[in-house]
Nanobody, 121 residues
Framework: QVQLVESGGGLVQPGGSLRLSCKVS????????MDWYRQAPGKERESVAT???????NYADSVKGRFTISRDNAKNTVYLQMNSLKHEDTAVYYC???????????????WGQGTLVTVSS
């Protein structure tokens, strides 16, 4: 079955950088759009960045200019480069993929388990 696994989270000081990775594995016809979400303690989950199959990107205003989403189609992996990190960026970051599966051909959303990013002095 299709599975998403995030990695790269951890503790970082304010102003520092971190790079998250999300590997997609399993049988699928294609990976369409891919997204990063985050959920801070006591807050709702929010969209952070989106990338389409053709490489078009979109960002939340709170991270625009600091975060960069990219994908390596040969590796079925999406990345989130996070620079100039702030305390408010502390959250569990989740990878999400819109995929087209085999037998039968259906579209569905698949979520990763999340990786914790903590920005603290």
């Amino acid at each position: 079955q299709v599975q998403l696994v995030e990695s790269g989270g951890g503790l970082v000081q304010p102003g520092g950088s971190l790079r998250l990775s999300c590997k997609v594995s399993g049988n699928m016809f294609s990976i369409n759009s891919m997204d990063w979400y985050r959920q801070a303690p006591g807050k709702e989950r929010e969209s952070v960045a989106t990338i389409t199959s053709r490489g078009s990107t979109n960002y939340a205003d709170s991270v625009k200019g600091r975060f960069t989403i990219s994908r390596d189609n040969a590796k079925n992996t999406v990345y989130l480069q996070m620079n100039s990190l702030k305390h408010e960026d502390t959250a569990v970051y989740y990878c999400n993929a819109d995929i087209t599966a085999f037998s039968p051909v259906t579209n569905r959303r698949v979520w990763g388990q999340g990786t914790l990013v903590t920005v603290s002095s």
